[in-house]
Nanobody
Framework: QVQLVESGGGLVQAGGSLRLSCAASGSISGANFMGWYRQAPGKQRELVARITFGGSTAYADSVKGRFTIFRANAKNMVNLQMSSLKPEDTAVYFC?????????WGQGTQVTVSS
């Protein structure tokens, strides 16, 4: 089993910054990548950014140049640095881990950007 615990959400003004963190535990050996998704009210969950365990990254067009995903000192922790936040970034952000086709999710953390 894999457990994902997110932290770092909150309320911020437009133009501000937040950092989200996700700590993975359990049977993560052999995992392919970790990432962040978000879901705004009434919308589908969408990919924000992901990073492979080899270090390759991918971003949604809407966050390129503003968000950075990176691993912390331990390979089982992934951070999402969010800058120049916009009201449209408001959503519940979910940490995600993909391992050989199995997908694991964290419980989600709310990010609210006020205008």
């Amino acid at each position: 089993q894999v457990q994902l615990v997110e932290s770092g959400g909150g309320l911020v003004q437009a133009g501000g910054s937040l950092r989200l963190s996700c700590a993975a535990s359990g049977s993560i050996s052999g995992a392919n990548f970790m990432g962040w998704y978000r879901q705004a009210p009434g919308k589908q969950r969408e990919l924000v950014a992901r990073i492979t365990f080899g270090g390759s990254t991918a971003y949604a067009d809407s966050v390129k140049g503003r968000f950075t995903i990176f691993r912390a000192n331990a390979k089982n922790m992934v951070n999402l640095q969010m800058s120049s936040l916009k009201p449209e970034d408001t959503a519940v952000y979910f940490c995600n881990l993909n391992k050989s086709g199995s997908v694991y999710w964290g419980q989600g953390t709310q990010v609210t950007v006020s205008s």
